[in-house]
């Protein structure tokens, strides 16, 4: 069985203990289908600190975001070990611990965006959902849109929103999937820099990404081709290494 195992540290909910990383040690990930077998991970070891934004690049189909859901405990390694400080396994991680940006978003269509990003304030019993929702709003260029639904704001605009309620509960651990995908380059850049501000306040940073800018906006990049990690790096230096690609 997967070693999705305890990360030895006490209750979740509470800040990286001791400075310690989000980590995936060996990860190999197969899916199936019928017949059809694709290897996605074969052996990837990846590491985010506190406070450091680090670029998972790779091309359409290299596996990041396998790697992304193995992490968060959407999907289970079928070798490997994933350790979240603060949480026994990634699947009991709470949004404090480690928050997510699906690469779908994954926003409820019947919901307005203010209580979409309410929702894991609510969820954790926080005092004043409401308000921390539309100052994440706000702080994405988004608080005039806080009463619409989804489906009355772009593509660009959800992704925000889908960000707003990832950071809600200020996670000690941020993995996003594309989360400037949709955005053109003025809103990117302002994207990173809230992914920056975060960083700076602690929260380790891991984005999957094919997007120049956002290599150029992190500390360190992990490069993915066929499920391996091939490369790794400081943002600047890779920036260039390899040619965008349509979003995976
Ligand atoms: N649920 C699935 N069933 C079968 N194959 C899958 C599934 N999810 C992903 N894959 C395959 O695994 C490989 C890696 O996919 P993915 O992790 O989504 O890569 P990326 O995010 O880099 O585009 C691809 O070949 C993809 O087609
Ligand atoms: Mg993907």
Request: hydrophobic share 45%; glycine share 14%; aromatic share 2%.
């Amino acid at each position: 069985m997967a070693g999705v195992h305890a990360a030895g540290v006490p209750a979740a909910g509470g800040p990286a203990a001791g400075g310690a990383a989000l980590r995936g040690t060996g990860l190999y990930r197969t899916h199936r289908r019928g017949r059809e077998e694709v290897h996605a991970l074969r052996g990837v070891d990846v590491a985010v600190a506190p406070g450091e934004v680090v670029a998972l690049l790779g091309r359409s189909g290299s596996g990041k975001t396998t790697l992304l859901h193995c992490l968060v405990g959407w999907e289970r390694p079928d070798r490997g070990e994933v350790t979240v400080p603060g949480a026994r396994s990634p699947g009991e991680a709470d949004w404090s611990t480690l928050a997510v940006v699906p690469q779908r978003l994954g926003l409820l269509d019947e919901l307005t965006l203010a209580d979409n990003v309410a929702m894991p304030a609510r969820l954790a019993g926080a005092p004043d959902p409401r308000a921390a929702a539309l100052a994440g709003l706000e702080q994405l260029g988004l608080g005039a849109l806080a009463d619409r639904l989804p489906d009355e704001v772009s593509l660009g605009e959800q992704q925000r929103t889908a960000l707003a309620r990832a950071l809600v509960l200020r996670p000690a651990f941020l993995v996003a999937d594309e989360p400037t995908g949709r955005l053109d380059q003025e809103l990117s850049v302002h994207v990173l820099g809230v992914l920056r501000a975060c960083a700076d306040t602690g929260t380790g940073v891991l984005v999957a990404s094919h997007d120049p800018l956002v290599v150029a906006a992190a500390d360190r990049v992990v490069r993915l081709s066929d499920g391996r990690v091939v490369g790794a790096g400081d943002g600047g230096d890779a920036a260039g290494g390899q040619p965008a690609r349509s979003a995976g």
